[in-house]
């Protein structure tokens, strides 16, 4: 019998849904982050990073059916990232996070990666 998945074990598709719409909701209102997001397509941003946490933590692969490979750090390269916009995403993340109110070992499995995935994602020095 498989594993269940962490998708599945976090509550499939709506946890993801209430996570992404809560973070972009931070974004709406950072001063830092949004001017950097495309100002016509907040949606469509909210969708797309929907799409690749929910294959990236083992549910469909929807996302790479629409957009390929994932390349995060390439796609990122038309973004100066320093570690003021990386806080200031995990800040927005980390609010989005605890809102889920997961138990305390699923929330530590996804809060640590997405701290790892957003230092991987620096490709600016600090002024
Ligand atoms: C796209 C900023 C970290 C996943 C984007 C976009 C911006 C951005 C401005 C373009 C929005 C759009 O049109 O889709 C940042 C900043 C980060 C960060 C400032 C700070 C470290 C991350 C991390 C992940 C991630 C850690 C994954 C865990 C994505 C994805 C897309 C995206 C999946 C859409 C890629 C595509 O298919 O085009 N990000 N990001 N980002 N970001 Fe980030």
Redesign the pocket.
């Known amino acids: 019998e498989e594993p269940q998945s962490f998708y599945d074990a976090v509550g499939g598709e709506e946890t993801f849904r209430r996570l992404v719409h809560r973070f972009y909701q931070g974004v709406a209102a950072d001063p830092?982050?949004l001017p950097?997001?495309?100002e016509d397509?907040l949606e469509?941003?909210e969708e797309?990073?929907r799409?690749?946490?929910i294959q990236?933590w083992g549910g469909p692969n929807t996302?790479s059916t629409?957009?390929?490979h994932?390349r995060?750090r390439m796609?990122?390269n038309?973004?100066v990232?320093r570690s003021a916009?990386?806080d200031?995403?995990?800040q927005r993340?980390h609010e989005a996070v605890i809102s889920l109110e997961l138990p305390d070992d699923l929330e530590k499995r996804l809060w640590d990666?997405?701290v790892y995935?957003?230092?991987?994602?620096?490709n600016a020095p600090d002024a």
């Open positions: 830092i982050l950097l997001y495309p397509d469509g941003a797309r990073l799409l690749f946490l990236y996302y629409q957009r390929g994932p995060l796609r990122h038309p973004f990232i916009e990386r200031a995403w995990l993340m990666y997405l995935a957003a230092h991987s994602m620096v």
